[in-house]
C-alpha cells in the first residue's frame, strides 16, 4: 500500500486548521484556528509537503468536504456524524478526558455499561478512517505526527496498514496515575496504551505525565515498555513574537478602555487592581473554586472591597454535553452571588465575560496585575505562560501545581493546591501585596522560561526526534 506520491510529513488531529460555516444563503465561509500546532506547521514551509489530516466537526465542515472546498495542505474526514458524536463526545471528551483529569465523582461514575461498549466501538471506527486515510496519504517513508487522546489506536492501526512510517504520538492532556488509570476496563486500558505504544515515539508536555504513562504501561501490561516505542517530552512554549505583535493592535486597546471604564477606579480615586483568568470553560480549569477563593479573599481581608476587580472571561467549550453547560451555570450564579453580596453601585467585584474575544483575552492580559491559574489538573496551560508575556507592567501569577506549566514556571509562581480554596485566597492576598520590583523581576524570569521553546522549535524537535 506504499505510495511514491503522497506527503511527507502529516499531522493527524480531530481539530483541524480550518472549520467551515454555513449561512442561511448556503454560502460557505472559512475560519482558520491559531495555536501551537498551526504555528508548528507553518515553521516548516510550503514545500516539505505537509499534509494536516482531521476531521469534519459540524454541518459547515461536512458541507465543504461534500462540495469539495478545501485547504491546500488539509484533509477532512467527513466522519459520519453519529460516529463522531460517540467517539469524541462519549468516549474522548466524557471518558478519557475524564480519566486524565481525575473528574469523576466516583460514588455513582464512572459506569462502564454496554452503552459504554457501543460508543467504544464507535472510537475504533473513528480511529480507523483516520489511520486509513493516513495510510492512503503518506508517502514512503513519511513522518507521522498523532495528536491527543482522540487518537490513541491510530498509531497500532497504521503501523499495521503502513509498516514503513516512522509515527510520533503526542499527548496534550495530563496522563492519569495508575491507579485512577485503572478505573478504565481492563482491556480499553490496555487497548488505549497498546495503541499508542504502536507509534515509534510517545511524547508529552511534562516529565510527570510521560512517568505516569510509563507506569500505567507497567501496571496495565506488565513489566518494561512492551515495544520499541521512545518515550519524549516538549514542553510547548508560548509564541512571544505572535503574542506581542498581536496584543499592541488596536483591537486589543479598545477592549482595555472598555475594560478599564468596567473595573472603575477605587474611592480614593487610585487605581483598581486586577485578578484575571481567562479559560475554556472546562471542567478541569476549576472556574468555581477561583470564584470561591476570591469570594474568601473579600471575606478575610475587608480592605480589598472597592480595590479589586476579578476579571473572569470564561469562554463556552463542548456544549454538547449537558455537564459542560451545567458547569457555566454555576460560573454564573456564583459570580453573580459575589456581586450581589459585596457590589456597591460604583463596584462590580467580579466582571464576567462568557463570550470568546481573543482581542479582550489580551488585554485582560495586558492590565493584569494577578493571573489566577489554578486548574484541578492541566496538560500545559498556555495562559500562564502568555500573561507574562504580554503583561504591560508585570503581573503575579497564582499557579496550581497540578498544571503541567508548573514544573517551568513554579519557581516563580505563587503556588496553590487547587482544591485549597482559602489557600487560594491567601495567595491572591500574597499576590496583590507583592511589591512591584519584586513583581517585575518574577513576570522577567517567569516570561523567559515560558518562551523558551516556542511552537514551532516544538514541533521541529518532534519530527528531529523521530529521524534520530
Ligand atoms: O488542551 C488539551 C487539548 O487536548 C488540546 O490539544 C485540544 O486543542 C483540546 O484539548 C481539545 O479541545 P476541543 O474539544 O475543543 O477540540
Redesign the pocket.
Known amino acids: 500500500m506504499a505510495s511514491t506520491h503522497g506527503a511527507h510529513i502529516l499531522v493527524a488531529s480531530?481539530?483541524g486548521p480550518v472549520s467551515y460555516a454555513l449561512d442561511e444563503t448556503g454560502a460557505l465561509t472559512a475560519k482558520r484556528g491559531g495555536?501551537g500546532l498551526v504555528s508548528g506547521l507553518s515553521a516548516i514551509g510550503p514545500e516539505a509537503g505537509a499534509l494536516w489530516v482531521c476531521s469534519a466537526l459540524g454541518d459547515g465542515d461536512r458541507e465543504a468536504v461534500r462540495r469539495g472546498v478545501g485547504e491546500e495542505g488539509v484533509r477532512m474526514l467527513d466522519i459520519d456524524a453519529d460516529v463522531h458524536a460517540d467517539a469524541y463526545n462519549g468516549i474522548a471528551?466524557s471518558a478519557l478526558w475524564f480519566v486524565h483529569h481525575m473528574l469523576y465523582q466516583t460514588p455513582l461514575e464512572p459506569v462502564f455499561d454496554a452503552e459504554f461498549r457501543r460508543q467504544w466501538a464507535a472510537y475504533e471506527t473513528y480511529n480507523h478512517a483516520f489511520a486509513q486515510a493516513l495510510a492512503e496519504e503518506s508517502a514512503e517513508g513519511a513522518a507521522v505526527l498523532v495528536?491527543?487522546?482522540h487518537l490513541t489506536l491510530v498509531p497500532r492501526m497504521l503501523r499495521e496498514l503502513r509498516p514503513d512510517l516512522r509515527i510520533g504520538h503526542f499527548s496534550?492532556?495530563p496522563w492519569a496515575p495508575p491507579d485512577y488509570f485503572r478505573l478504565l476496563p481492563d482491556d480499553i486500558a490496555a487497548q488505549v496504551l497498546g495503541g499508542i505504544l504502536g507509534a515509534d515515539r510517545a511524547a508529552f508536555l511534562t516529565q510527570r505525565w510521560a512517568d505516569a504513562f510509563t507506569d500505567c504501561c507497567h501496571a496495565v501490561l506488565g513489566p518494561g515498555i512492551p515495544s520499541g516505542t521512545r518515550i519524549g517530552v516538549h514542553g510547548l512554549g508560548a509564541d512571544a513574537d505572535f503574542l506581542r505583535e498581536r496584543s499592541h493592535r488596536p483591537d486589543v486597546d479598545e477592549r482595555m478602555a472598555a475594560l478599564r471604564e468596567q473595573i472603575g477606579a477605587a474611592p480614593d480615586g487610585g487605581a483598581r487592581k486586577t485578578i484575571v483568568r481567562v479559560d475554556?470553560t472546562e471542567l478541569s480549569k476549576n472556574i468555581v473554586r477561583g470564584l470561591l477563593a476570591y469570594r474568601q479573599l473579600l471575606e478575610d481581608r475587608p480592605e480589598w472591597r472597592e480595590r479589586v476587580v476579578h476579571v473572569a472571561l470564561a469562554y463556552p467549550?463542548?456544549q454538547d454535553l449537558k455537564i459542560y453547560r451545567d458547569y457555566m451555570d454555576e460560573v454564573q450564579r456564583v459570580a453573580d452571588d459575589i456581586n450581589s453580596r459585596y457590589g456597591t453601585p460604583g463596584w462590580t467585584p467580579v466582571l464576567l465575560h462568557l463570550k470568546d474575544d481573543f482581542a479582550r483575552s489580551l488585554a485582560a492580559y495586558r492590565l493584569a496585575d494577578v493571573a489566577l491559574v489554578n486548574p484541578i489538573r492541566d496538560?500545559m496551560n498556555l495562559v500562564a505562560k502568555e500573561v507574562p508575556v504580554v503583561s504591560d507592567d508585570g503581573c503575579v501569577l497564582v499557579l496550581s501545581r497540578e498544571a503541567g506549566a508548573y514544573e517551568e514556571l513554579g519557581e516563580d509562581a505563587i503556588t496553590v493546591n487547587p482544591y485549597d480554596v482559602c489557600g487560594t485566597a491567601r495567595a491572591l492576598h500574597e499576590a496583590l501585596t507583592m511589591p512591584l520590583d519584586e513583581r517585575a523581576e518574577r513576570t522577567k524570569r517567569l516570561a523567559a522560561a515560558a518562551t523558551a521553546l516556542p511552537p514551532a522549535q516544538w514541533f521541529l524537535d518532534q519530527l528531529h526526534a523521530l529521524d534520530a
Open positions: 480531530n481539530r495555536g471528551n495528536q491527543d487522546y496534550h492532556t475554556r467549550s463542548r496538560g
